[in-house]
C-alpha cells in the first residue's frame, strides 16, 4: 500500500512538471516561483521546529550509553562512549554526526534451526554513511550552478568526484554511491519482511523522491543532455533574485526541480528532520554527570521541604529524652 | 528554551550553508557568457552552421567528441558525414573543431569558465594558437 502510494505521488510530481514544462507561463511557475517558495518552506520550517524542540525540557541526564561512567579512580571510564566532560560529549557528537556510531552498533536478529541468534550488520552503517556522504558532496557540488565566480572549495569537490575521467562529461562517483545507497535502503525495505512490516508512506516516499532526483540528474548529465549554460543563468538569477527564464531548457529540469522542491517543502514536516534532530538527541549530547552537578527539574513547583537539621532543632529535646542519637547536641 | 546559545549557533552554522551562494552573490545579476563566433574561418562561411545543430552541439559537444574520438581512435573512420546538412567533415578536435573555433578561449573556455568545467583534453591535445599566447 505505502509502496504503490508513494511512488504514484513522485510520477504524479513528474507528470505535472512534465506538463507544465510544455508551456512558459508554467515554466516560470515551476522553475522560479515553486523554487523560491519551496525553498522558504524550508528554511523557516526547519528553524521552527528545531526552536519548537528547543522549548522541550531537559531536566536531567540520560545515560543510555555503552561504556563504564565516570566512577571510582581505578575504575576506567568509557570517555568517548560516556563522557562526562563537554570534550568527551564533542567527541561523541562528532563520531556520531560524521560516522554514525549508533547505526555502526547495528545488530540483527535472525531465526537459525529454531534458535533466535544475533549477530553483528554493518550494510546498514555502510550504505547509510555513503548515501548521506554522496548526498553532502553532490549538494556542495551544485553550487557551481548557483554561484559565479565558481569558489575553489567546489571547484576541489568537483574535480576529486570526477577524478576517474570516465567518459565526457566525466562521471562523478557520488552519482554511483548515491543511487546505490537509495537502492540498497529501499530493497531493504521491499525484501526485509521485519522492516516491510514497520514502513509507512513517510519511509517510502523520501526514498522514492530521492531516487526520482537522482534518476532525472543522471539522465540529464549522461542521457537527455541539457543547455547547462542556460540551467546556470536561472540558478544564479534565482541566487542572486534576478530571475531569468532562457528558452530551449529541456523539460526534465523542470522534473528535477520539481522533486527538489518537494523534498525542501516536505523536509521540515518529515522524518528527514533527523538532520537537525541528530545535534538535538539528549542521549548523545549531554554528558553523563548526573551525580556531579545538581540538575534542577524546570517544571518543579516550590516543594515545601523540611531538612534534617530543621527537624531536629524542632524535636532535640524530645529526641534526647528518648535516648536518640542527634547530631548536634 | 533551553541551551538556547548552542541551537542559535547550530542554527546560523546551518543557515549559512544553504544561503551561502545568495550571499555570495549579493543580489548582484551576473549575464551567461556569450561565446564568440567572429573567427575568420567562421566569417569565410556562406551557411553559418556548426557539424551537428546548434542545440545540440550546445548540449551536447562533450559526448559528440567522445563519439568523434571513439570512431577515430577504435574505428579508425576518419570522416564524418553530417547529418545536418550532409557535408564531410574530417573527424579531428584540433584541425576540424578548433579551425573554425580557433578563438578558444572567447568560445569554449567563456562557457567552461561560467559553467566550472576543466575539460582535461588539452593535456594532449594541442590549442590553437591565438588562445595559447593570451593564456
Not at chain 1, 556520531?96 to 553483528?120: D, H, I, Q
Not at chain 1, 548526573?290 to 524530645?318: C, G, L, Q, S
Not at chain 2, 578548433?98 to 562557457?111: A, E, I, L, R, T
Request: contains cysteine.
Amino acid at each position: 500500500m505505502g509502496i504503490q502510494f508513494s511512488l504514484g505521488v513522485v510520477l504524479a510530481i513528474a507528470v505535472a512538471a512534465l506538463v507544465g514544462a510544455q508551456v512558459k507561463g508554467l515554466q516560470y511557475v515551476l522553475g522560479i516561483l515553486l523554487p523560491y517558495a519551496a525553498f522558504a518552506t524550508f528554511l523557516v520550517g526547519f528553524v521552527w521546529r528545531v526552536l519548537y524542540w528547543a522549548k522541550s525540557p531537559v531536566p536531567f541526564r540520560i545515560p543510555t550509553t555503552a561504556g563504564q561512567e565516570f566512577s571510582l579512580p581505578w575504575i576506567k571510564q568509557a570517555k568517548l562512549d560516556n563522557p562526562s566532560t563537554l570534550p568527551g560529549v564533542l567527541g561523541r557528537m562528532f563520531f556520531e554526526v560524521f560516522l554514525f556510531r549508533s547505526l555502526f552498533r547495528n545488530t540483527k536478529a535472525e531465526l537459525r534451526s529454531g534458535n533466535l541468534v544475533y549477530g553483528p550488520s554493518k550494510w546498514l552503517w555502510l550504505f547509510a554513511l555513503l548515501f548521506h556522504w554522496s548526498f553532502f558532496v553532490i549538494a556542495v557540488r551544485h553550487f557551481r550552478l548557483f554561484m559565479e565566480p565558481v569558489p575553489g572549495f567546489v571547484q576541489l569537490f568537483d574535480h576529486l568526484d570526477g577524478i576517474l575521467q570516465v567518459g565526457a562529461p566525466p562521471l562523478y562517483l557520488t552519482d554511483v554511491f548515491f543511487t546505490l545507497a537509495i537502492l540498497f535502503l529501499l530493497g531493504r525495505r521491499f525484501l526485509d519482511a521485519k522492516v516491510r512490516s514497520l514502513s509507512l508512506p513517510a519511509d517510502y516516499f523520501p526514498l522514492f523522491l530521492l531516487l526520482g532526483i537522482a534518476v532525472t540528474g543522471i539522465l540529464m548529465r549522461f542521457f537527455v543532455r541539457v543547455d547547462i549554460v542556460g540551467i546556470k543563468s536561472i540558478l544564479v538569477g534565482l541566487a542572486t533574485f534576478h530571475p531569468t527564464l532562457p528558452d530551449g531548457i529541456g523539460a526534465i529540469f523542470f522534473v528535477h526541480v520539481a522533486f527538489v522542491s518537494t523534498l525542501l517543502a516536505y523536509f521540515p514536516f518529515s522524518k528527514l528532520m533527523h538532520f537537525g534532530g541528530v545535534f538535538l538527541s539528549p542521549t548523545r549530547n549531554l554528558a553523563n554527570n548526573n551525580r556531579m552537578v545538581r540538575h534542577v527539574n524546570p517544571w518543579n513547583y516550590p516543594v515545601k521541604v523540611h531538612t534534617y537539621e530543621a527537624y531536629e532543632n524542632e524535636f532535640r529535646d524530645i529526641m534526647k529524652d528518648a535516648g536518640i542519637p542527634v547530631e548536634k547536641e | 528554551m533551553y541551551d538556547l546559545n548552542k541551537i542559535l549557533v547550530g542554527l546560523a552554522i546551518f543557515l549559512l550553508f544553504f544561503t551561502f551562494p545568495i550571499l555570495y552573490g549579493m543580489g548582484s545579476a551576473v549575464p551567461a557568457p556569450k561565446p564568440k563566433l567572429d573567427t575568420p574561418e567562421i566569417q569565410k562561411l556562406t551557411d553559418k552552421k556548426c557539424v551537428e545543430d546548434t542545440h545540440f552541439m550546445r548540449t551536447s559537444h562533450m559526448q559528440f567528441l567522445n563519439y568523434w574520438r571513439d570512431k577515430a581512435v577504435r574505428e579508425d573512420q576518419r570522416t564524418y558525414d553530417s547529418k545536418l546538412n550532409g557535408k564531410k567533415y574530417d573527424i579531428s578536435l584540433q584541425n576540424t573543431c578548433m579551425k573554425c573555433h580557433s578563438n578558444k578561449k572567447d568560445f569554449c573556455d567563456s562557457c567552461h569558465t561560467y559553467a566550472s568545467v576543466k575539460p582535461y583534453c588539452w593535456d594532449c591535445h594541442i590549442e590553437p594558437k591565438a588562445a595559447k599566447e593570451s593564456m
